[in-house]
């Protein structure tokens, strides 16, 4: 297949040299649906021009003065130069109002053009700062045509002229413009994909777990050197594989520097690794091994002054670290070792089924009749397997014969070990038996024991919980201490029953106490809904705040949620229970600080002036009402209608702007 491909390209270039045609609006280029469906290259000699200016787009510019310029010569493109490429073509009726795309390959920057309206941009076209280059348009845009008529196709470019300074010039300064059948062109390039990806990373993860596992293999037998050499052959194939796939899926010029010297280094460590690992095996001369390694250490170090002569040398070092490998190989075969031969299998695999392909080519070249399964996509398939695998399957026998061989030996010496200790082996066994009994005895009343510990611990740490904040909780007890913390953004709420001493006297100790639990239980649940953090109850007071220890945006909104609750769970209550008290909330915004005190019976509280601003909104609160200072109004105004109370003294305040929150705002 990329015979014919290579031929149909050498014929077309000479078409295009001695015929050259010239494409115009009265000779524009008809494409039939046949062509489009199966993708029709762009390569006419097209109208030029290297200059700048929106009226090119238009469909009726006159460009007969514009000189022609084949799309896909190369050009001498001018620095920070716009160039403007107009071409003119036609479709057949078969095509009409079906959904084209144009594939298309560059390295800069181009906006596309349709009859006068763009569809397409490719990077961007600017200065330097805000210019960006692609390679191509991953996913074209989709357009459909609903004539006959010509069509103009008006294109500006501004070519990425460092490309040529790259050290792998992976793209022409070139346009490359294919006329596809979207429909065709979408379900080929996913079929492509999806093949493409799942052949590549299967590579690249079956050489790359083989890599790993070589590695695990002379980190614990360090004498065994060719396993760190089979786990880089391993690992570069793996890298290469993925690189493939990179380069495939690359639309950024800029990364094409950093994808080619790792695929360099990938290509440098497959061959440096090669010939480390048949040296180890079967090369007598230590000296060798050393000259080819520093080679490839010299190549490595010239890369990085010139990229391009690195790449030619490290060529013609895989072929000689080939070459030496099946010398190598050879040579020990005749020898008759018989590693060679489980390792010689796999290399002359190699070289035969590359042998037979060239073979294969040159008689299908010949039109000499060839099997047609020979020539099929799943033999194409087969080979390429065969060509990858051959080579490590048999190094990956070959150590699992020397594995197995070893692994004998050392069988035989136990059976021997083992005659000859046969009475000392039933007496240590007996030994063993009651050491495993104490053993058994021991490990059941140390899980027991465990297990109790484990219990204990976890109540302890769930009590710890219920006491205090869950992040302060962890950290007293990784740091054996919490520090006290400062918080500028919370909202404090108080609650307080109305007439808690008379009605305490009417109802009686026992029943308050009653009331209060399960008032305070309620609120509990009300906290937790909300997220807000109870600190503590004091008689018949409770205080909660939100917004530490982890910070909330809506600190002064959930607050107010809250008292609402509150005052909704006492009404409700007092439908049921007589007796139930009455309640007033107060609720103030601002900052404090938060922390444990003491170290003995220690418990979580704060301090400032937030709070005891808090405790006066409560003091000054009425009756199933809740009281919010001036900045926790500002805070909620836009969620909770709000009633003004006006200015009223407070002890030790002054005069201070309370207001009552009423209800939550509908929308």
Known sequence: MKKHLFFTFLFLLCVQTFCFAQNSREKPKIFNVKEITEGVSIDEAAKFLADDNPTFSASDFDDSAWTHVDFSSKKSYKKDQVYWIRYYFKIDSATLNKPLCFDIGQNGASEIYLNGRKIESIGKIGDEKTRSFKMNNKVPELFSLDNTEVNVLAIRFLPNINADKMAINFRRTTLNINLNSANEFMVDM?????????????????????????????????????????????????????????FYQMTDPADVDTFGFLSFLSILA?????????????????????????????ILTVYYFSAKTAISFVSFYIIFVWFESLYLIIRAMIRKE?????????????????ILTIILNILESLNVAIPEIMLGDTVGIIV????????????????????????????????????????NLKQEQEKQQILQDQND????????????????????????????????????????????????EVTVLFTDFVNFTQSSEKMGAEKMLVELNECFTAFDMIMEKHGLEKIKTIGDAYLAVCGLPIKNENHAYQTVLVALDIIEFIEERKKTHPEALDIRVGINSG????????????????????????????QNSEKGKI????????????????EYRGKIHTKGKGDMDMYFALETKKD
């Open 270 to 298: 497959f061959g440096a690794s090669l010939t480390g690992f048949i040296n180890t095996l079967f090369g007598r001369s230590k000296l060798r091994l050393k000259i080819l390694l520093i080679t490839a250490a010299i």
């Open 384 to 423: 390429a397997v065969l060509i990858f695998a051959s080579f490590p399957l048999s190094i990956s026998a070959y150590l699992a014969w020397q594995f197995a061989s070893t692994n004998l030996s050392l069988v035989k010496q136990l059976d021997e070990v083992n005659r000859l200790s046969d009475i």
């Open 441 to 488: 005895l021991l490990e059941k009343q140390v899980d027991e024991r465990t297990f109790e510990l484990q219990n204990e611990k976890q109540k302890t740490e769930n009590l710890l919980l219920n006491i205090l904040p869950h992040e302060v909780a962890e950290e007293l007890k990784e740091n054996g201490s919490s520090e006290a913390k400062y918080y500028d």
């Open 591 to 618: 900052s404090l600080i938060a922390g444990i005190v003491g170290v003995k019976k220690f418990a979580y509280d704060i301090w400032g002036d937030t709070v005891n601003t808090a405790a006066r909104m409560e």
């Open 190 to 246: 996913v079929e492509m994909t999806e093949g493409f990806n799942f052949i590549t990373m299967l590579i690249c993860g079956v050489f790359s777990a083989l890599g790993f596992i070589h590695l695990l293999l002379f980190l614990f037998y360090r004498k065994a050197v060719y396993n760190l050499y089979f786990s880089i052959y391993n690992f570069s194939i793996g890298l290469l594989s993925y690189m493939v796939l990179s």
């Open 338 to 354: 018989k590693s060679a031969f489980i390792v010689g299998g796999g290399i002359l695999t190699f070289f035969g089924i590359i």
């Open 627 to 642: 009281n919010i200072s001036e900045s926790t109004y500002q805070l909620v105004k836009e969620n909770i209608n709000c």
